[in-house]
């Protein structure tokens, strides 16, 4: 069962920039992609950021396209999530998961880890 846990979040302010990590345990990292997803108050969790196993494939959701960048170390079985140009509407908890194939549907996966919040003052 594949356990992920993810940290980097925080306080900033728009126009700022952060750096959110998910390491992930359980699995053999090296074989599976790994997306970033997040969930801001009243809405529903949504698509940010796709990696296949390699990092030789991204896709991002249109509302983060050309801000954010998603990268992965497989030798320390970490993906991460740098945030560039925040806005107040990037305010969320913010969630990696694991998949064998690319979905951009939150149901399709089963389990998630806690998250990490990130908010941006305007």
């Known amino acids: 069962q594949v356990q992920l846990v993810e940290s980097g979040g925080g306080l900033v302010q728009a126009g700022g920039s952060l750096r959110l990590s998910c390491v992930v345990s359980?699995?053999?990292?090296?074989?599976?992609?790994m997306h970033w997803f997040r969930q801001a108050p009243g809405k529903e969790r949504e698509f940010v950021a796709y990696i296949n196993w390699s990092g030789g494939y991204t896709l991002y959701g249109d509302s983060v396209k050309g801000r954010f960048t998603i990268s992965r170390d497989n030798a320390k079985s970490t993906v991460y999530l740098q945030m560039n140009s925040l806005k107040p509407d990037d305010t969320a908890v913010y969630y990696c998961?694991?998949?064998?194939?690319?979905?951009?549907?939150?149901?399709?996966?089963?389990?998630w880890g806690p998250g990490t919040q990130v908010t941006v003052s305007s």
């Open positions: 998961n694991a998949a064998t194939e690319m979905t951009t549907t939150p149901g399709d996966f089963r389990a």
């Open positions: 359980g699995r053999t990292f090296s074989s599976i992609a």
